[in-house]
């Protein structure tokens, strides 16, 4: 499953901050895995799923909402 | 929402109870709260901010009786201190249908009116979230959002003695010229004046009543749910 940005309004882009979990780490659904920010604002990706964190991408990425940061694979 | 007036408090309590009161928001067992108050003199480093914003060491900070936090918001290093008020909102964003950008906008939109109160024009910088005048920035934002509930929140110079932005490079930027309210209303500010004014000005923008209890109540509360 992808962890994907949310939409957090009328955001076009935000910074991916930095990852609370490894690559390869296990996540459980509703864990804090990731933070972005945006105009000064810290916003707090959870997981959508439990599983295996995977294709981490890199911190300090510009990404948009709705493009995924990774994936949660089954462990 | 729940207004609670906590007077000058140092940073460390309130971070405590900041994160205690956000953790119960997410879990649906409080209304939103809204923190108000100035600090005693602290720094703070937020997620951006680098040791090298201290333009003194941390030592020496300590010894004039300055505390350094790094914490979880957004933005770099900051000061706070006597005469500025300090807004702490924990509210759920998506109970008053809000994005995060918006957010970020009505916290200015508080500051820009509270300083329209006191005759001084405030105004938004595209791309640096804060209050401006012209003669540099006044009102500061460092938010964290988790599970859609904020905490952090906003800072408002009001008459700020000693102004420790001098000790800092504030918000990652070098020689940014930082200003108090009451250096730039023609009948000068206090505290006391500028949290009414703010407050009002809060629930206006933001459409909810506030209303207030003792800091005693929300700890004997807080004590009751254990």
Redo the contacts between chains.
């Keep these: 499953m992808d962890l994907i940005v949310p939409?957090?309004?009328?955001?076009e882009e935000v910074t991916l901050?930095?990852w609370l979990k490894g690559e390869g780490e296990e996540v459980e659904v509703g864990e804090?895995v990731a933070?972005v920010?945006?105009?000064?604002?810290?916003?707090?990706i959870?997981s959508p799923a439990a599983g295996i964190l995977r294709s981490r991408r890199p911190e300090g990425s510009r990404v948009r909402p709705g493009e995924a940061i990774a994936q949660v694979l089954p462990g | 929402m729940v207004l609670v007036r906590l007077g000058r408090a140092p940073y460390g309590p309130v971070l405590e109870l900041q994160r205690r009161l956000h953790s119960l928001r997410r879990e649906r067992k409080t209304p939103d709260f809204l923190l108000s108050l100035e600090h005693e003199p602290v720094i703070t480093l937020?997620?951006?901010g680098r040791n090298e914003d201290l333009l003194l060491s941390q030592d020496e900070l300590r010894r004039m009786g300055v505390e350094i936090y790094t914490v979880?918001?957004?933005?770099a290093a900051t000061y706070h201190g006597p005469g500025q008020l300090v807004l702490y909102p924990i509210l759920d964003l998506r109970g008053l249908g809000?994005?995060?950008?918006?957010?970020?906008r009505q916290l200015e939109e508080v500051m820009i009116r509270t300083g329209k109160a006191l005759a001084v024009e405030l105004f938004r910088r595209p791309g640096y979230?804060?209050a401006w005048h012209r003669k540099g920035k006044v009102g500061f934002?460092?938010?964290?959002?988790?599970?859609w509930v904020t905490f952090h929140g906003l800072a408002l110079n009001v008459d700020l003695r000693p102004n420790g932005f001098a000790w800092i490079v504030p918000c990652g930027a070098p020689g940014l010229p930082v200003v108090s309210l009451a250096e730039l209303s023609p009948d000068g500010c206090t505290l006391a004046e500028v949290e009414g004014l703010a407050h009002s000005a809060f629930s206006a923008v933001f459409g909810v009543e506030l209303v207030e209890i003792s800091p005693r109540e929300v700890w004997a509360w807080l004590n009751r749910i254990g």
Excluded: N, S
């Design positions: 939409d957090l309004g009328e955001v901050l930095r804090a933070e920010e945006a105009d000064k604002a810290v916003f707090v959870e | 937020g997620r951006v979880e918001r957004g933005g809000l994005g995060v950008r918006e957010y970020v979230p804060g934002i460092g938010v964290y959002v988790r599970g």
